[in-house]
Protein backbone atom coordinates (compact mmCIF):
# COMPACT_ATOMS: atom_id res chain seq x y z
CA UNK A 1 0.00 0.00 0.00
CA UNK A 2 1.13 3.52 -0.99
CA UNK A 3 0.48 6.90 -1.31
CA UNK A 4 0.26 7.50 -5.72
CA UNK A 5 2.51 11.05 -4.59
CA UNK A 6 2.08 14.65 -5.82
CA UNK A 7 2.54 16.51 -8.57
CA UNK A 8 4.32 19.09 -7.02
CA UNK A 9 3.26 22.20 -9.00
CA UNK A 10 3.53 20.70 -12.23
CA UNK A 11 -0.50 19.94 -12.15
CA UNK A 12 -2.20 16.60 -11.69
CA UNK A 13 -1.87 15.71 -15.30
CA UNK A 14 1.94 15.81 -15.36
CA UNK A 15 2.09 14.13 -11.83
CA UNK A 16 -0.41 11.31 -13.10
CA UNK A 17 1.72 10.42 -16.36
CA UNK A 18 4.83 10.80 -13.83
CA UNK A 19 2.97 7.92 -11.69
CA UNK A 20 1.91 5.70 -14.12
CA UNK A 21 5.64 5.81 -15.73
CA UNK A 22 6.62 4.82 -12.29
CA UNK A 23 3.84 1.95 -11.90
CA UNK A 24 4.36 0.55 -15.41
CA UNK A 25 8.21 0.30 -14.76
CA UNK A 26 7.79 -1.88 -11.28
CA UNK A 27 4.43 -3.99 -12.58
CA UNK A 28 5.85 -5.92 -14.62
CA UNK A 29 5.13 -9.99 -16.10
CA UNK A 30 7.88 -10.89 -13.30
CA UNK A 31 5.88 -9.33 -10.60
CA UNK A 32 4.79 -11.63 -7.45
CA UNK A 33 3.20 -8.65 -5.86
CA UNK A 34 0.60 -6.35 -6.64
CA UNK A 35 0.43 -2.30 -5.23
CA UNK A 36 -2.40 -0.93 -3.59
CA UNK A 37 -2.49 3.49 -4.39
CA UNK A 38 -4.53 4.41 -1.32
CA UNK A 39 -7.27 7.09 -1.06
CA UNK A 40 -5.61 10.31 -0.64
CA UNK A 41 -7.24 13.16 1.20
CA UNK A 42 -5.99 15.99 -0.45
CA UNK A 43 -4.02 18.18 1.13
CA UNK A 44 -0.95 19.90 -0.65
CA UNK A 45 -0.48 18.67 -4.19
CA UNK A 46 -1.22 14.72 -3.29
CA UNK A 47 -2.84 12.84 -6.33
CA UNK A 48 -5.61 10.02 -5.94
CA UNK A 49 -8.04 12.59 -3.59
CA UNK A 50 -10.70 11.66 -6.06
CA UNK A 51 -11.71 8.66 -7.16
CA UNK A 52 -11.45 9.89 -10.72
CA UNK A 53 -7.61 10.88 -10.38
CA UNK A 54 -7.08 7.22 -9.30
CA UNK A 55 -9.02 5.33 -12.65
CA UNK A 56 -6.93 7.84 -14.34
CA UNK A 57 -3.86 6.29 -12.72
CA UNK A 58 -5.60 2.41 -13.31
CA UNK A 59 -6.52 3.56 -16.75
CA UNK A 60 -2.61 3.81 -17.46
CA UNK A 61 -1.15 1.02 -15.90
CA UNK A 62 -0.50 -2.03 -18.17
CA UNK A 63 -0.59 -4.50 -15.17
CA UNK A 64 -3.85 -3.75 -13.83
CA UNK A 65 -4.22 -7.12 -12.40
CA UNK A 66 -1.21 -5.96 -9.82
CA UNK A 67 -3.01 -3.13 -9.12
CA UNK A 68 -5.48 -2.17 -6.39
CA UNK A 69 -7.22 0.59 -4.09
CA UNK A 70 -6.70 1.47 -0.32
CA UNK A 71 -9.92 2.50 0.69
CA UNK A 72 -8.54 4.86 3.97
CA UNK A 73 -11.83 6.12 5.52
CA UNK A 74 -10.48 9.30 7.21
CA UNK A 75 -8.61 9.97 3.75
CA UNK A 76 -12.50 9.70 1.77
CA UNK A 77 -13.75 12.05 4.54
CA UNK A 78 -11.20 14.78 4.58
CA UNK A 79 -11.38 14.59 0.69
CA UNK A 80 -15.12 15.19 0.77
CA UNK A 81 -16.88 11.86 0.15
CA UNK A 82 -19.41 11.83 2.94
CA UNK A 83 -19.72 8.27 4.66
CA UNK A 84 -22.02 9.10 7.15
CA UNK A 85 -24.66 11.01 5.49
CA UNK A 86 -24.37 8.73 1.72
CA UNK A 87 -22.74 5.99 2.68
CA UNK A 88 -24.03 4.06 -0.55
CA UNK A 89 -23.98 7.05 -2.83
CA UNK A 90 -19.78 6.95 -1.91
CA UNK A 91 -19.70 3.02 -2.92
CA UNK A 92 -21.89 3.70 -6.10
CA UNK A 93 -18.65 6.01 -7.27
CA UNK A 94 -16.29 3.44 -5.41
CA UNK A 95 -17.29 -0.55 -6.77
CA UNK A 96 -13.76 -2.03 -7.46
CA UNK A 97 -12.17 -2.01 -3.43
CA UNK A 98 -9.04 -3.66 -2.94
CA UNK A 99 -8.16 -2.81 0.83
CA UNK A 100 -9.39 -0.31 3.81
CA UNK A 101 -7.84 1.74 6.55
CA UNK A 102 -10.09 1.87 8.81
CA UNK A 103 -9.87 4.62 11.16
CA UNK A 104 -11.68 8.18 12.20
CA UNK A 105 -10.87 11.32 11.34
CA UNK A 106 -10.47 14.17 13.53
CA UNK A 107 -11.25 16.68 10.74
CA UNK A 108 -14.62 17.77 9.22
CA UNK A 109 -15.83 16.76 6.11
CA UNK A 110 -14.00 17.93 3.12
CA UNK A 111 -11.08 19.33 5.44
CA UNK A 112 -8.16 18.03 2.80
CA UNK A 113 -5.92 17.59 5.77
CA UNK A 114 -5.21 13.62 6.65
CA UNK A 115 -5.65 13.50 10.51
CA UNK A 116 -6.78 9.99 11.65
CA UNK A 117 -8.51 9.63 15.00
CA UNK A 118 -9.43 6.48 16.89
CA UNK A 119 -12.16 4.25 16.23
CA UNK A 120 -15.81 6.70 17.30
CA UNK A 121 -13.72 9.43 18.74
CA UNK A 122 -13.57 11.83 15.02
CA UNK A 123 -15.81 13.17 12.74
CA UNK A 124 -17.03 9.88 11.13
CA UNK A 125 -18.10 8.35 14.37
CA UNK A 126 -18.37 4.25 15.31
CA UNK A 127 -21.33 3.64 13.05
CA UNK A 128 -20.38 4.41 9.34
CA UNK A 129 -17.27 2.88 10.07
CA UNK A 130 -18.81 -0.51 11.61
CA UNK A 131 -20.77 -0.39 8.30
CA UNK A 132 -17.85 -0.50 6.10
CA UNK A 133 -16.59 -3.80 8.01
CA UNK A 134 -19.69 -5.55 7.87
CA UNK A 135 -20.55 -4.41 4.75
CA UNK A 136 -21.35 -7.34 2.93
CA UNK A 137 -20.28 -6.59 -0.48
CA UNK A 138 -16.74 -6.29 1.49
CA UNK A 139 -16.51 -8.82 3.87
CA UNK A 140 -13.35 -10.33 2.25
CA UNK A 141 -11.80 -7.07 1.43
CA UNK A 142 -8.74 -6.78 4.13
CA UNK A 143 -9.48 -3.96 6.51
CA UNK A 144 -6.56 -2.81 7.93
CA UNK A 145 -6.79 -0.19 11.49
CA UNK A 146 -4.83 2.59 11.36
CA UNK A 147 -5.72 4.63 14.28
CA UNK A 148 -3.21 6.48 16.83
CA UNK A 149 -1.84 4.88 19.84
CA UNK A 150 -3.01 6.13 23.10
CA UNK A 151 -1.71 7.91 25.73
CA UNK A 152 -1.72 6.73 29.51
CA UNK A 153 -3.41 8.65 32.13
CA UNK A 154 -1.41 11.30 33.38
CA UNK A 155 1.11 10.79 30.63
CA UNK A 156 1.70 13.16 27.65
CA UNK A 157 3.42 10.59 25.43
CA UNK A 158 1.91 7.79 23.41
CA UNK A 159 2.28 4.34 24.59
CA UNK A 160 -0.59 2.32 24.12
CA UNK A 161 -1.89 0.59 21.06
CA UNK A 162 -5.86 0.53 20.67
CA UNK A 163 -5.88 -2.20 18.74
CA UNK A 164 -7.10 -4.98 20.87
CA UNK A 165 -10.03 -2.90 22.30
CA UNK A 166 -10.80 -1.36 18.63
CA UNK A 167 -11.55 -4.53 16.51
CA UNK A 168 -13.52 -6.13 19.50
CA UNK A 169 -15.69 -2.95 19.28
CA UNK A 170 -16.17 -3.58 15.49
CA UNK A 171 -16.65 -6.86 15.36
CA UNK A 172 -19.29 -6.93 17.96
Known amino acids: ILHPGAHVGAGVEIGTAQIIKGLNEVLTAETDCCIALETMAGKGSEIGRTFEELKMIYDGVHRKDRLRV ?31 HINDSLNLLGAHKDRHANIGAGT ?36 IPPYKEEIARLLR
Open 70 to 100: CFDTCHVNDAGYDLVNDYDGVFRKFDEIAVF
Open 124 to 159: IGFDPLYKVVHDERFLDVPKILETPWLCAEGETKKT
